[in-house]
């Protein structure tokens, strides 16, 4: 048997813990063999010795993350326990001598480092450098939006263009809202709130609000796109699978010779009427192999939300495949 006490310093045990010892119990949960009692900065560690020094090993990059990050969520500690993502983020600072600022995408507003995360997700960044259209596609959670926002603020601060406009199509997911109250802002903003809360992220609020009052930072439904020159500007066109052929085609004339854009989109979540059809994919397919345009496919792999979501994920993607088995069994019948 090996006993281990650990003396928290430098960050708050409270943070580290989580609320109700939530992230101390996800631990005691992947190592049920040892015990684990937290009390104030001490953490008591008992087992038998290689788990011991394993749990001692993932509290000791909690800690880390918990500096780096300024933040530690339930979903990091399960990544730091598979070895997910969390554990590539601490790996590669620690290869950078801990310069986290090196590699950031841009820092948020308590100073957090907003970093690409995975694989795909450093791809889409590096793919900017070199591409002035990106369309980047794949599941839920994958990062796309974040990423892209973070990229198109970046492009802001460091004056590479002169302002920012994101869009999409104001669709219903699968629901009718009926009439909304208010103003036309009031009206279309439920729509484009995940755009909104990305940026409430990356930038403080009385910043963001003069960025918003001066036009410099544009959050607009994509047919207000129509008739416009979008030039010397990062624009982003989000949930792009619920946009017609007609409507892509629309945006992409408008930009002007000095802008960048990032389209994203999730074939699996079409919420356009049945009658119409998405142009994401066939704008794709149209537009490959043209130099400046690229591609990118994130999968689950990428998915940096609570860790039920890549299983989810999976799991309708297998059942889709079964129902398209299926009917094609049924039509050779």
Same mark, same amino acid.
């Given at each position: ?6 003396t928290?310093l430098?960050?708050d045990?409270r943070?580290?813990y989580g609320?109700?010892?939530?992230k ?8 049920p063999e ?7 900065q001490k953490?008591?560690?008992?087992g ?10 993932k509290?000791?990059s909690?800690?880390? #993350?918990?500096? @780096?990050?300024?933040k =530690?969520?339930?979903n990091?500690v399960e990544? $730091?326990?598979k070895?997910s993502? *969390?554990? /590539?983020?601490l790996l590669?600072?620690e290869q950078e001598g801990?310069?986290s600022?090196?590699?950031?995408i841009v820092?948020?507003r308590?100073g957090r480092?907003?970093?690409a995360?995975?694989r795909?997700?450093k ?5 900017t450098?070199?591409?002035d259209?990106i369309f ?14 973070a ?9 590479i263009v002169?302002?920012?406009i994101l ?8 629901e009718? #809202?009926?009439? @909304?109250?208010?103003? =036309?802002k009031?009206?279309?903003?439920p729509? $484009?709130r995940p755009?909104?809360d *990305?940026l /409430?992220?990356?930038?403080p609020p009385?910043?963001?609000?003069y960025f918003?009052d001066?036009r410099i930072?544009e959050?607009?439904p ?11 500007a990062f624009?982003i066109?989000d ?7 007609l409507q892509i085609?629309?945006?992409l004339t408008r930009?002007g010779p000095t802008?960048k854009c990032i389209?994203?989109?999730?074939m699996s979540?079409?919420d ?11 704008a794709i397919?149209l ?5 400046g345009?690229?591609? =990118?496919?994130l999968?689950?792999e990428d998915v940096v939300?609570?860790r039920l ?7 309708y993607?297998?059942s889709d ?10 039509s050779k019948q």
């Open positions: 048997m090996s006993e281990i006490e650990l928290i430098d960050v045990p943070d580290l609320e109700k010892n939530s101390i119990n996800i631990l005691k949960n992947a190592y040892v015990s684990i009692t937290s009390r104030g953490i008591k560690i008992k038998e010795k290689k788990s011991t020094q394993d749990v001692k090993g509290l000791e909690m800690v880390k #993350l918990l500096k @780096l990050q300024k =530690l969520s339930n990091d990544d $730091l326990i070895g993502h *969390a554990q /590539d983020y590669e600072e801990g310069k600022s090196s590699t950031a820092h948020g308590s480092p907003i970093k995360k995975t795909n997700q791809k889409l960044v590096t793919l450098e070199t591409n259209i980047a596609t794949g599941p839920a959670g994958t990062g796309k939006t974040y990423t892209a926002v990229l198109a603020v970046r492009a802001l601060k460091n004056k002169r302002k920012i869009t999409r199509p104001a669709v219903e997911a699968g009718n #809202l009926g009439f @909304l109250p208010g103003d =036309l009031d009206k279309i903003d729509y $484009l755009l909104y *990305a /409430d992220d990356m930038l009385d910043k963001l609000n918003m001066n930072i959050v607009a994509l047919a207000f796109m129509r008739g416009r020159t979008l030039d010397d624009i066109l949930e792009a699978q619920n946009a017609t052929s085609k629309m945006f930009l802008a389209i994203t989109g999730d979540q079409i356009l009427p049945r009658n119409q059809k998405s142009g994401l994919a066939k397919r537009l490959n192999n043209i130099e345009i690229s591609n =990118l496919e999968t689950t939300r609570h979501v890549k299983a989810i994920i999976q799991r993607d297998q495949r079964e129902n398209e088995e299926h009917k094609n069994d049924k």
